[in-house]
């Protein structure tokens, strides 16, 4: 019993830490926090994002939303391999080989079970602005789960803060805007779903300077 | 118990004494109301009131820690301003590491020199040294798109969040001839006149508030504050004369300078954040916005007044 109070308290201590770094304030411009599961998908710029995404939903709701996390990464090392196991309970995508298990399965299983996923459908982060174009996986998830509600986040300033490469992260403040969930509709296109999936994240990005 | 620290003690009781009557007039505004229609104007009022208490509690913490108590409140206001103006401020990945300089380099060592004392370094150091070496930090970055842009928004925060914030416990720094132990009344005098300039304004513009000022710029500032507010606190300044070197004509002179360039530096960062689409600057403290939003008048008028005193009290 007392290693999953140890992942709990591991899990409290990073979202206090992440929260009082960014002073991340997240706005739920679209809809309100809720069990039912969904999908939330965000713009993907740093390493932190799904820590912020995850720390800013409320205790109930973060025990039951898991990341979807790239395996190559997370497995590298003791540290990463307890972490997005033990404390985030992400479900891990092998992005390079798909021989071993269908990711949309991996996907849709948790989802199935009445849990929420953290999702990055532009697949790897981005460097530059606005959005890369996204992967197809969160369509052919969409038609898995087809009751399944797919929040848009927009994530302010953490790509900013911690830039690829950077050692030392600069503390501005991150805001994080929850959009109106989208739900596919009966015989939408992937590229339809793709594009009102894009769309629905930009509109929540500030005015372009 | 010394002189000045009686002196100060007395003043505080007096800003929490009107606190309270604030309070009373609050409470008895949100018990008036029929319950089922609440206004938000009331409750703002209240959250404001409250935040209020919390932030003249912070101010005599760090007074009652004395001068290295003043110096690192300031030094966390400027980090916490700074970190607002530049969330908000469009910068690209070739400015990380002049952002980095500004923050974890330019702002501590400000302060530091304020504490020591170096009125020659601390006087130059962000508008001659940060100015020069922030763009050439920015050009390794190697991007060219905007970079006039860029260079001029990081400098302007800087100069604005902690070069002009830090005359506030620089005031320390001034020996005034029979003056000696007690330049925090400086800072009472500077911080209590400003602020109380933009609460006056608040209330004069709810009250009597008719004909706006530049809608376009802040919604909320009207010809009625601005008079009302500017002349009450230089009242309120006028006032506190016996805490200060100045003689009364000389404090009324200098609370309306202060009052006026406290009140554009409201106006000038209004244009900032109307310019970026936003209403206020944070969400940090409750009823008032960001950091920026409530020290936005200290940072035009601490500079000057800074300087007025130093030319004519300092020999």
Redesign the interface.
């Known amino acids: 019993m007392a290693p999953r109070v140890l992942d709990a308290w591991a899990g409290a201590l990073l979202c206090g830490f992440a929260k009082l770094l960014t002073g991340v304030r997240a706005l739920w411009l679209g809809c309100r926090p809720d069990l039912r599961p969904r999908v939330y998908f965000a713009n993907h710029r740093s390493h932190g994002d799904f820590l912020l995404i995850w720390a800013s939903l409320p205790p109930a709701l973060r025990a039951r939303t898991r990341p979807v996390a790239g395996a190559d990464y997370w497995l590298q090392g003791p540290l990463r391999r307890y972490l997005i196991k033990r404390v985030f309970r992400g479900v891990l995508i092998n992005r390079k080989v798909s021989r071993h298990a269908d990711p949309i399965a991996c996907m849709a299983a948790p989802l199935a079970a009445g849990e929420s996923l953290i999702l990055f459908p532009e697949g790897t982060r981005n460097l530059g602005d606005g959005l890369l174009p996204f992967k197809s996986g969160i369509h052919h998830l969409a038609e898995a789960q087809s009751q399944v509600e797919f929040v848009p986040v927009w994530i302010e300033n953490l790509g900013r803060a911690m830039p690829k490469g950077s050692l030392v992260p600069i503390p501005l403040l991150c805001t994080l805007s929850f959009g109106a969930p989208l739900v596919l509709q009966p015989g939408e296109s992937r590229a339809d779903f793709l594009q009102r999936c894009t769309n629905a994240l930009l509109s929540l990005a500030p005015p372009s300077d | 118990m010394t002189d000045p620290q009686i002196t100060l003690l007395q003043i505080f009781a007096g800003v929490a004494g009107l606190l309270s009557l604030f309070s009373v007039i609050g409470a008895w505004l949100h018990w008036r109301q029929s319950p089922g229609q609440s206004s938000p104007g009331v409750a703002n009022l209240n959250a404001r009131i409250k935040a209020w208490w919390g932030m003249v509690a912070l101010l005599g913490l760090a007074f009652w820690a004395g001068r290295v108590g003043v110096i690192l409140l300031f030094a966390f206001i400027s980090?916490q301003a700074l970190?607002?103006f530049?969330?908000?401020t469009?910068?690209r990945?070739g400015d990380?590491r002049a952002?980095?300089w500004s923050?974890?380099f330019f702002l501590p060592l400000q302060y530091f020199l304020i504490s020591i004392d170096w009125y020659g370094l601390f006087s130059i150091l962000i508008p001659v040294y940060a100015f020069l070496l922030l763009p050439i930090s920015a050009t390794l970055g190697a991007d060219t798109t905007r970079f006039l842009e860029r260079a001029a928004k990081v400098q302007w925060g800087l100069m604005i969040c902690v070069y002009c914030l830090s005359h506030v416990p620089a005031l320390l720094t001034l020996e005034i001839p029979g003056f000696e132990g007690r330049n925090l009344q400086l800072i009472v005098f500077l911080v209590l006149t400003v602020q109380s300039s933009d609460v006056f304004q608040y209330v004069w513009g709810k009250l009597l508030g008719r004909h706006k000022l530049a809608p376009e710029i802040s919604p909320s500032k009207t010809l009625e504050g601005l008079v009302g507010g500017v002349l009450t606190s230089t009242a309120v300044g006028a006032a506190l004369w016996w805490i200060t070197p100045f003689a009364p004509w000389q404090a009324a002179l200098l609370a309306l300078t202060i009052n006026i360039l406290g009140f554009f530096g409201g106006f000038v960062l209004s244009a900032i954040k109307r310019d970026r689409?936003l209403k206020d600057w944070?969400?940090?403290i409750e009823g008032h916005g960001g950091m920026l939003d409530r020290v936005d008048s200290i940072a035009f008028s601490a500079p000057i007044f800074f300087h007025l005193v130093r030319f004519w009290w300092v020999p």
Do not use: A, C, D, K
């Open positions: 980090f970190r607002e530049i969330s908000v469009y910068t990945r990380h952002l980095v923050f974890f689409g944070g969400s940090m």
